[in-house]
Nanobody
Framework: QVQLVESGGGSVQAGGSLRLSCAAS????????VAWFRQAPGKEREGVAT????????LYADSVRGRFFIPQEYAKNTVYLQMNTLIPEDTAMYYC?????????????????WGQGTQVTVSS
């Protein structure tokens, strides 16, 4: 069973940076897609970025492209979300999710494995 644990959330002022971590265990096979999603109160869950573990392939939402990056440490089964130039609209609970079969998707229903989430709050 795949397990995902997020960390690194917190509070930051607008214009600042945060790095979230998603540590995975229980992978079977060589390649998964790991994505970051976020959900603000009263809003739908939004896909932010996704990456294919151990290889090339990333996808970013328009709302974060150029500000957020999704690097990975394949040997540690860890995917990060580097968030720069944060704005108050980035405030949300951030979740990482994993899937074996999807390719470059930011649709939440395609990811069967989820972490518990980490809160990010950006103040103006």
């Amino acid at each position: 069973q795949v397990q995902l644990v997020e960390s690194g959330g917190g509070s930051v002022q607008a214009g600042g940076s945060l790095r979230l971590s998603c540590a995975a265990s229980g992978y079977t096979g060589s390649s998964y897609w790991v994505a970051w999603f976020r959900q603000a109160p009263g809003k739908e869950r939004e896909g932010v970025a996704t990456i294919r573990t151990g290889g090339a392939g990333t996808l970013y939402a328009d709302s974060v492209r150029g500000r957020f990056f999704i690097p990975q440490e394949y040997a540690k089964n860890t995917v990060y979300l580097q968030m720069n130039t944060l704005i108050p609209e980035d405030t949300a609970m951030y979740y990482c999710a994993a899937a074996r079969t999807v390719i470059g998707s930011l649709r939440a229903y395609e990811y069967p494995y989820w972490g518990q989430g980490t809160q990010v709050t950006v103040s103006s």
